[in-house]
């Protein structure tokens, strides 16, 4: 079980590296340009979908991206739900 944080957009080539290792029992937070990730109706967010893996936004993050059409299925959290995540999964990985 891995904590992965994306801080990249869909276009990116950091987008395409973390969906090839991510699994089920695995999490992700979107935060930075990763928010867009999330965005309802994306290839990016079927991508994404289709790893398994639970899936939570960073909620200031998507706040000052200024989108709200998010699709379903990521918890919002906020930074203690990160802190808590962090402590949560001993294995991390940062993809930017």
Request: negative net charge; glycine residues 12%.
């Amino acid at each position: 079980m891995i904590l992965h944080t994306l801080n990249a957009s869909p276009s990116s080539a950091a987008f395409a590296d973390c969906i090839g290792v991510v699994r089920s029992g695995d999490a992700v937070v979107l935060l930075g340009d990763g928010v867009y990730v999330a965005l309802a109706g994306t290839k990016a967010w079927g991508e994404m979908l289709a790893r398994g893996a639970q899936v939570y936004l960073l909620g200031c993050d998507a706040l000052a991206a200024g989108v709200a059409e998010f699709a379903g299925g990521p918890t919002f959290i906020d930074m203690d739900g990160f802190v808590a995540l962090t402590e949560r999964y001993p294995r991390q990985q940062a993809w930017y």
